[in-house]
């Protein structure tokens, strides 16, 4: 499964073209943010790709959950969404 990373400075309309790619090429991607914008920048970008792949008769499947990560030594607790397309 393809993981797209995203910070509170990722611009959400350019993660939104590279989930609907990877949701055109596979059959899901898992985003994964740590922080509230972070994760701010997720769904907007979610609600952005749900509209580029709507017009090929596309829905979104959302599935949100924790997940513990290692940056810097450190464990850290992220906000992963699976995205699935239905």
């Given at each position: 499964?393809?993981?797209?990373?995203?910070?509170?400075?990722?611009?959400?309309?350019?993660?939104?073209?590279?989930?609907?790619?990877?949701?055109?090429?596979?059959?899901?991607?898992?985003?994964?943010?740590?922080?509230?914008?972070?994760?701010?920048?997720?769904?907007?970008?979610?609600?952005i790709?749900?509209?580029?792949?709507?017009?090929?008769?596309?829905?979104?499947?959302?599935i949100?959950?924790?997940?513990?990560?290692?940056?810097?030594?450190?464990e850290?607790?992220?906000?992963?969404?699976?995205?699935?397309?239905?």
């Amino acid at each position: 499964m393809e993981v797209l990373k995203v910070s509170a400075q990722s611009q959400p309309k350019a993660v939104a073209g590279a989930l609907a790619a990877t949701l055109r090429e596979k059959a899901s991607a898992e985003i994964q943010a740590i922080g509230a914008g972070a994760v701010n920048q997720a769904i907007k970008a979610i609600a952005i790709t749900r509209g580029f792949v709507a017009p090929n008769g596309i829905d979104l499947v959302v599935i949100p959950a924790f997940s513990e990560v290692e940056i810097d030594g450190e464990e850290r607790t992220a906000i992963k969404f699976i995205v699935e397309p239905r």
